[in-house]
């Protein structure tokens, strides 16, 4: 906040001016909305001051870009987001774990009495810190609206609380009737007065927390939505592609469409095939007879000449 005060009336620094917004330097949780080193400074969950550049201009040139092509960073912010939001809520567990061990010894009457109590608070601790800030802008009257529904809740806890007030010392009943914030962990004694509880709900801690969740809940629905119609443009793409044929069947469907266009006779071509066919056979047959034959009349020659060479083998060693 300080530091766009000072751009404001100085104008953006140097390195502001030098960079874009998709330069490392450029914080991009504030390019999507806030950075959270903001919301906390000077409390107990105080970040320190963010070491990346905030720069108004760089942040309206990422939204008119982002709104063109989805870049992505706001799902990044979407986890970081997540991960303060899981440890504040282990805070939360760990508080509730506490106090539930600090009131084992209550009845279950007045465990009832105590959570009825707390809710009321709540609920008149949120109107008090609007009503202070509409006051704050100038709306009299609705400010003044809430504060007369907040004049009737305080007379219901009021009748909620007397019974536990009973016996039990100022110190007592701050140990032992406390609370813990579900939005931002803090402790509440149910004996809080107005001027608290405007304190606690009008805080920087639980109105930092309950920006961080509330915008945590924005982007799941968003990037929810855009993965689901990238996810449906997918099966889109795949269903057209299954109904395109492919190269061979294409081909094949055109032989068989070709062969149906062809004009049959009374089924005189295929009565055509069939004496073809018949004919072939008949020439397969006559060749494999004429080589039975020629087989046989090359044996018998073989054999004739056969016994004649080795007779004439066996008389001519006699000549000599």
Request: charged share 45%; hydrophobic share 25%; net charge positive.
């Amino acid at each position: 906040v300080m530091r766009a005060q000072l751009e404001a009336l100085m104008g953006p620094s140097s390195d502001a001016v030098q960079a874009k917004f998709s330069d490392p330097s450029v914080c991009r949780f504030y390019l999507c909305g806030f950075c959270p080193h903001e919301l906390f400074s000077n409390t107990k969950a105080d970040m320190g001051a963010c070491p990346k550049i905030h720069n108004v201009p760089l942040r309206e040139k990422y939204e008119e870009e982002n709104k063109k092509t989805p870049l992505g960073y706001d799902e990044e912010f979407m986890d970081y987001l997540q991960q303060l939001v899981d440890e504040n809520d282990r805070k939360v567990s760990k508080a509730r774990q506490r106090l539930d061990v600090e009131n084992a010894g209550m009845d279950p009457e007045s465990l009832k009495r105590l959570q009825e109590v707390h809710l009321l608070m709540v609920e008149i601790g949120i109107k008090l810190a609007n009503a202070e800030q509409l006051g704050m802008e100038g709306k009299v009257n609705d400010s003044m609206q809430l504060m007369t529904e907040v004049e009737a809740l305080k007379v219901k806890r009021a009748d909620l609380e007397a019974p536990l007030k009973v016996g039990m010392t100022a110190t007592s009943a701050s140990n032992q009737k406390l609370r813990v914030c579900e939005i931002c962990s803090a402790y509440l004694s149910i004996f809080d007065n107005d001027r608290r509880l405007a304190d606690h709900f009008g805080g920087k801690l639980h109105m930092g927390y309950l920006k961080i969740r509330d915008r945590l809940k924005q982007l799941r629905e968003a990037v929810r939505a855009r993965r689901d119609e990238r996810s449906k443009s997918r099966e889109g793409d795949r269903v057209r592609e299954g109904d395109r044929p492919r190269e061979g069947d294409r081909i094949r469907e055109g032989d068989r469409s070709r062969e149906g266009d062809r004009p049959r006779e009374g089924g005189r071509d295929d009565r055509d095939r069939d004496r073809e066919r018949e004919r072939d056979r008949d020439r397969d047959r006559d060749r494999d007879r004429d080589r039975d034959r020629d087989r046989d009349r090359y044996r018998r020659r073989s054999r004739s000449r056969s016994p004649r060479r080795h007779r004439s083998r066996s008389r001519s060693p006699r000549r000599h």
